[in-house]
C-alpha cells in the first residue's frame, strides 16, 4: 500500500523559508513520479513541482526561481524548499505521486491533481506579513 507522508510545514513570517519533505513507501521500485501540490484558501489545488526518477523536474511557470526540488531515490523522498515567502503561498501543501508523470511533463509542466494516483494528507504552510 503506498503512503506518502509530509512533514515541515508551520507558520512563518514573510521573507522566511521553508523545507517541506515527502517520504513515500509502498513502491516496489523507485520508477514513479513525486510532486508536490498546494491548495490555499480560496483557491484551486495547483501543481506546484513533479520530479521523475531521472531527476527531471517540471515547475509551475509562476514559482519558478523561489521553489526547488530535491529528491533522493535511495530514502524515497522528495524535498520541496520555498525561498521568499508570501502571504500568498499560504495554504496546504499535499505531495502526490503517481507511477508516472504525466505527458506534459516532458513540456516543463507539472500536470493536474487527476494525473495522480496517490496523495498525502498536506501539512499547513502558513506565511505571515
Known amino acids: 500500500q503506498v503512503q506518502l507522508v509530509e512533514s515541515g510545514g508551520g507558520s512563518v513570517q514573510a521573507g522566511g523559508s521553508l523545507t517541506l519533505s515527502c517520504a513515500a513507501s509502498g513502491f516496489t521500485d523507485t520508477n514513479y513520479c513525486m510532486a508536490w501540490f498546494r491548495h490555499g484558501p480560496g483557491k484551486e489545488r495547483e501543481g506546484v513541482a513533479a520530479v521523475d526518477n531521472d531527476g527531471s523536474t517540471s515547475f509551475a511557470e509562476s514559482l519558478k526561481g523561489r521553489f526547488t526540488t530535491s529528491r533522493d531515490n535511495a530514502k524515497n523522498s522528495l524535498d520541496l524548499q520555498i525561498n521568499s515567502l508570501n502571504p500568498n503561498d499560504t495554504g496546504i501543501y499535499y505531495c502526490?505521486?503517481?507511477?508516472?508523470?504525466?505527458?506534459?511533463?516532458?513540456?516543463?509542466?507539472?500536470?493536474?491533481?487527476?494525473?495522480?494516483?496517490?496523495w498525502g494528507r498536506g501539512t499547513q504552510v502558513t506565511v505571515s506579513s
Open positions: 502526490a505521486a503517481a507511477r508516472f508523470c504525466p505527458v506534459v511533463h516532458a513540456l516543463g509542466m507539472v500536470g493536474t491533481a487527476e494525473d495522480f494516483a496517490y
